[in-house]
């Protein structure tokens, strides 16, 4: 059963009510959520689930269902399985997903510094990588740091953009801007555009404004293979949340 997707629209959305549509082995499924499941290089939300009598389910991750848009909450070991409809509360780990949203939301301002066909990528709460497919001796850890703190410095607002198949038929030049291509058959695709910076399909959860990264910090360049040079960034500074 497909769940209404709460963080597509609003990412900063901490806590929700909603309701139990499917309770088994694998995790619990709620009509509506505020958790972003494990998919792009962005790992699943934890949290809790809240019953009406107060008794606190953890939730240690979240992962994508079987249907459309179906989200699947993974209990932690030993808790107490939910009941099909009752009411609940949610409460993401806001400051675990807002250091995922910061590194996330770095990594497409970093994709724009580096030049480079980008062929893997991964975001944790403490780091995030990105791969990309150029020499060696391009990558200067310094530079990276440098040009991609310039732009966050530049403090713009961020945007969510729904295009469909038929949109990008007909301005096929939009493509051409994007340093991804998007995926077709599905519809419709939902970019993340960064005006001026950067443009590209993306489902994950970004801040609002870059400048809410504050900066980053290239921890560290290895090669990885052939075509993985890797970069690897944290965040330069704790930020305030909210
Ligand atoms: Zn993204």
């Known amino acids: 059963m497909a769940t209404e997707l709460l963080f597509r629209d609003d990412a900063y959305l901490r806590t929700a009510t909603a309701h139990v549509v499917a309770a088994s082995d694998r995790g619990v499924e709620l009509d509506r959520t505020i958790f972003y499941p494990l998919g792009g290089g962005q790992p699943g939300d934890t949290g809790l689930v809240i019953r009406a009598n107060g008794e606190r389910i953890l939730i240690s991750d979240t992962r994508k269902g079987d249907a459309l848009n179906s989200v699947v909450h993974v209990p932690a070991p030993g808790m107490p399985q939910l009941t099909v409809g009752e009411t609940v509360s949610l409460e993401i780990d806001w400051d675990r997903r807002y250091a995922l949203m910061r590194l996330h939301t770095a990594l497409h301002v970093m994709s724009c510094v580096v030049v480079a066909p980008v062929t893997g990528g991964n975001i944790a709460p403490e780091r995030a990588r990105l791969d990309f497919d150029i020499d060696m001796n391009l990558l200067n850890a310094e530079k990276i740091e440098r040009e991609t703190n310039a732009l966050i410095a530049r403090a713009v607002e961020t ?75 944290v965040l330069s500074s704790a930020a305030v949340s909210g």
């Open 159 to 233: 945007e969510t953009v729904w295009i469909t198949d038929a949109d990008l038929d007909a301005q096929p030049e939009l493509v051409k801007t994007m340093s991804v291509q998007p995926p077709r058959g599905a519809g419709r695709v939902r970019l993340l555009k960064i005006p001026g910076i950067d443009l590209q399909p993306c489902g994950g959860t970004h801040v609002r404004n870059i400048g809410e990264i504050r900066g980053i910090r290239v921890a560290r360049i290895r090669n990885e293979g052939k075509r993985n040079k890797r970069v690897e960034i």
